[in-house]
C-alpha cells in the first residue's frame, strides 16, 4: 500500500504524488500540549526581532530586497546566485489565484497536479526531484517528515506578500533538500497606515472565494491579519475512473504583529493557519478518497542591534502537516509531523566584508497509524558565510555542517563571484555541493524502508550573465548539476545518478503603459545509471518557456499570459509518455474610483485537453470574476 494514501502504489514515488490532501481538521487531532508550546510563549515575552533576515524589513522599495540567498539582506544586484523575486504588486497584476500559478512564471521551475483545486502538486526545479527544493514560509522549513512533499497547494495567495526564489544548491547555508534550490514564500506584514482588503470571487465548478484582512501599525506596534476562505465543486480529476466531481475546501488565517522595544531591540511573531479538506479518486471506479489536513506554521522572531556593524537574530518556530485520509467516507490512514526549530543567527558587516553565521536546530516528529520504526529525529547544523569585496570583484564563500543523529554527518560547500563588466551588466559563477536526507517513508516504512539508506548528494555549477536597468532585467544561466546516491525503487536503495544540464533565460521590461515578463528554459535531465542510463527523468520536461504581457489603457488593464511544457514520461523507463502542450490564460480588469476593482479571467481559453501527470485530467476553459477592494 502507498504510505499515506491507502493506494496500491509505489511508496518511493514522491514526484507528483497520487494524493490530494486538505480538510476540516477534526479537533480530536489538534496537536497536544508540547513543552516545546511553552518556550515559544515563553520567549514570546523576552526574545526580540525586527525586520530580520526573515522577510519583515521595510525597505521603500521591498522588491529590490533579497534575504534567500545568502540570509542576510541585499539587493538584487549584489545577489551572486540566480534569484526571481516576485511581490505582491506583480501577483495582483497577474491574475494568478494559487502560489502554483505564479511559481510556473520562474525559469527553470515546473508544477505538476494530478487535478485541480486542493490536489497535491509537486516542484521541479531545474530538473531536481520535487523533494530537492526547499520551502521556506517566513524563514520556517514545511514540508511533511513522512513523504518529503510541501503541500503548497493549501497556501492561500492572498496571504502572500512577496515570494523568493533562489536557483541552484544552497545546503551550505540550509542543509537538507537545498539541491535544486530554495523557494520562500513571505506572509503579509503591517508596518504601514492602517489599509484593510476585501475581495469577493466565483467562477466555474461553483467556485467561491472571499479573502479580507486589515494591515498596518500604530507608534511602535505593527500588524496584520488576514482570512480566507475557499469552496469549489471542482470536476472529475482522475481520467477512465468514478466520474465524480472532486471538490475542495480551504480555511486559512494569517496572523503577524511587533513591537519595536528601543531602538536596538524589536520583537515579532506570526502563525498561518490551513484548514482544508479535498475530494479525489482511487484506483477504483467505486472509492471516493477525501483528504481532511491542517498546516500551520508559528514563529517567534527576536533581533538585537549591537552597532552598525553587529546584529544578531534568534527564532523559535514549529510547522506542521497533519494529514487524515479517508475511504468511502470511513477513516483509514492517519500522517501528522511537526518540525520544532530553533535559529540562532549573527550578521557582522564591515564596508567590504560580510560574515554571516549561526547555528541551527530541528526536530522532526511523526505520528501516525503507521508503525514506523522510528518516529523523531534531531539535526543541528552550524553554518558560515564570508563575503568580501576585491576592487571590482565580490567573493562569496559557505560552509555548513550537519549533525543528524540518523545518518551522521554532512558537509557541504560553496564558492561564487560576481564582477560588473559594465554599469548595467553583471558576470556570475558559482559552485556548490547540497545533498537530501531520506525520508521518513524511505527509512521506517514497515517491511520496506531502509534505515541504513545515505543522503542524496549533488555537485552543481553555475554561470550567469545578468542585464538590470530601470525598465528592463535580462539574465541568462547556463548549469550542470550532478546527482549521487539517488533513492530509487521499492523497497529504495542507493542506487541511482542524474546529470542535470540547463540554460535559463528571463526577461521583464516596462514601456510606456505595457509590462513584458518571460522566461525560456531548454534543460538536459538525464539518469546518468543502471538500465535507464540518458533516458529523461521521471515527469521532468526538456522545454519549458512563459510569456505574460499586460497593457494598461486606464481605466482598464488586460492581459495575457502563455505556458508551454515539452513532453515528459510518468515512467524511469521512458515508455509512458506525456504529451506537451501550450495553455493560454487571459484577464481584464477594471478599475474604479475609491480603491475598487473588477477582474475577470479566463484560464485555457483554447480549451486545452492536456495533463502534467499521465491519468490525470487539467482544468478545460474556466473563469472566474473578482470584485476587490485595495487602498494604496
Same mark, same amino acid.
Given at each position: ?86 511581490? +505582491?504588486?506583480?501577483? *495582483? ?23 485541480? +483545486? ?175 489536513? /491542517? ?20 527564532? /523559535? ?6 494529514? *487524515? ?74 560552509? +555548513? ?41 524511505? /527509512? ?8 541504513? #539508506? ?25 548549469? +550542470? ?12 536503495? @542507493? ?26 528554459? /531548454? ?20 522545454? #519549458? ?28 523507463? @521512458?515508455?509512458?509518455?506525456? *504529451? ?53
Amino acid at each position: 500500500m502507498s504510505p499515506e494514501t491507502g493506494l496500491i502504489r509505489d511508496p518511493a514515488m514522491q514526484d507528483g504524488l497520487d494524493t490530494c490532501t486538505g480538510g476540516a481538521f477534526p479537533r480530536k487531532l489538534q496537536m497536544k500540549y508540547s513543552p516545546f508550546w511553552a518556550i515559544l510563549a515563553l520567549s514570546a515575552g523576552i526574545v526580540a526581532i525586527p525586520y530580520s533576515a526573515y522577510g519583515d524589513e521595510q525597505d521603500e522599495d521591498p522588491l529590490t530586497i533579497v534575504v534567500t540567498s545568502s540570509r542576510a539582506a541585499e539587493t538584487v544586484d549584489e545577489t551572486m546566485a540566480p534569484v526571481t523575486v516576485i511581490g +505582491r504588486e506583480e501577483i *495582483d497584476r497577474s491574475g494568478g489565484k494559487s502560489v502554483d500559478d505564479i511559481l510556473s512564471r520562474v525559469p527553470g521551475l515546473v508544477v505538476i497536479s494530478n487535478g485541480g +483545486r486542493g490536489s497535491t502538486s509537486s516542484i521541479f526545479l531545474r530538473g531536481t526531484s520535487s523533494t530537492n527544493v526547499l520551502v521556506l514560509v517566513d524563514g520556517i522549513k514545511i514540508g511533511s517528515a513522512t513523504s518529503g512533499a510541501t503541500s503548497l497547494e493549501h497556501i492561500p495567495l492572498s496571504i502572500v506578500e512577496k515570494i523568493e526564489v533562489v536557483r541552484g544548491p544552497r545546503s551550505s547555508l540550509y542543509g537538507s533538500e537545498a539541491i535544486g534550490g530554495v523557494i520562500q514564500i513571505f506572509t503579509r506584514q503591517g508596518g504601514e497606515a492602517l489599509r484593510p482588503l476585501l475581495a469577493i470571487s466565483s467562477g466555474s465548478h461553483d467556485t467561491y472565494d472571499v479573502e479580507a484582512g486589515v494591515s498596518g501599525s500604530h507608534d511602535d506596534v505593527r500588524y496584520s491579519l488576514h482570512a480566507v476562505t475557499e469552496e469549489t465543486r471542482g470536476f472529475n480529476f482522475r481520467k477512465n475512473n468514478n466520474p465524480d466531481m472532486d471538490g475542495y475546501q480551504n480555511q486559512s488565517l494569517n496572523l503577524k504583529g511587533g513591537v519595536n522595544i528601543s531602538d536596538h531591540v524589536d520583537l515579532s511573531s506570526g502563525l498561518t493557519l490551513s484548514d482544508n479538506e479535498t475530494e479525489y479518486d482511487g484506483f477504483s471506479s467505486t472509492s471516493d478518497y477525501e483528504s481532511k489536513a /491542517l498546516l500551520r506554521t508559528f514563529h517567534v522572531r527576536g533581533d538585537w542591534t549591537v552597532n552598525d556593524s553587529i546584529h544578531g537574530s534568534l527564532t /523559535l518556530s514549529e510547522s506542521a502537516d497533519k494529514r *487524515d485520509v479517508f475511504v468511502n467516507g470511513s477513516f483509514s490512514n492517519r500522517y501528522n509531523t511537526r518540525k520544532q526549530q530553533v535559529s540562532w543567527q549573527n550578521v557582522l558587516d564591515w564596508t567590504k566584508h560580510r560574515v554571516v553565521s549561526g547555528i541551527d536546530f530541528i526536530e522532526d516528529e511523526v505520528e501516525s497509524t503507521t508503525k514506523y520504526d522510528a518516529n523523531q529525529r534531531d539535526n543541528v547544523g552550524y553554518f558560515a558565510l564570508i563575503r568580501s569585496n576585491f576592487n571590482a570583484v565580490d567573493v562569496e564563500a559557505s560552509v +555548513r555542517l550537519d549533525d543528524n543523529e540518523q545518518y551522521g554527518e554532512k558537509t557541504t560547500g560553496s564558492l561564487a563571484f560576481g564582477r560588473d563588466i559594465h554599469e548595467v551588466w553583471r558576470l556570475t559563477g558559482s559552485y556548490g555541493t547540497a545533498f537530501q536526507a531520506p525520508t521518513f517513508n524511505q /527509512l521506517y516504512w514497515p517491511d520496506a524502508g531502509d534505515p541504513d #539508506l545515505s543522503p542524496e548528494e549533488s555537485s552543481s555549477v553555475d554561470i550567469g550573465i545578468a542585464l538590470r536597468k530601470a525598465n528592463a532585467e535580462v539574465s541568462a544561466n547556463v548549469y +550542470r548539476t550532478e546527482i549521487e546516491n539517488m533513492i530509487a525503487g521499492w523497497p529504495p536503495s @542507493n542506487i541511482d545518478k542524474a546529470l542535470i544540464t540547463g540554460l535559463e533565460v528571463g526577461f521583464k521590461a516596462s514601456y510606456r503603459n505595457m509590462d513584458v515578463n518571460g522566461s525560456l528554459t /531548454l534543460q538536459e535531465p538525464l539518469n546518468n545509471s543502471g538500465i535507464n542510463r540518458n533516458k529523461q527523468l521521471r515527469r521532468r520536461a526538456k522545454q #519549458l518557456a512563459f510569456l505574460d504581457v499586460s497593457q494598461n489603457f486606464d481605466p482598464w488593464e488586460a492581459g495575457i499570459s502563455l505556458h508551454y511544457q515539452g513532453k515528459s514520461y510518468d515512467d524511469a523507463a @521512458n515508455k509512458n509518455r506525456v *504529451d506537451g502542450f501550450g495553455r493560454v490564460d487571459t484577464r481584464l480588469t477594471r478599475l474604479f474610483k475609491q480603491h475598487w476593482n473588477l477582474e475577470l479571467k479566463i484560464n485555457n481559453l483554447f480549451d486545452e485537453d492536456y495533463e502534467t501527470i499521465q491519468g490525470y485530467n487539467q482544468d478545460g476553459r474556466n473563469f472566474l470574476i473578482t470584485l476587490r477592494y485595495s487602498p494604496q
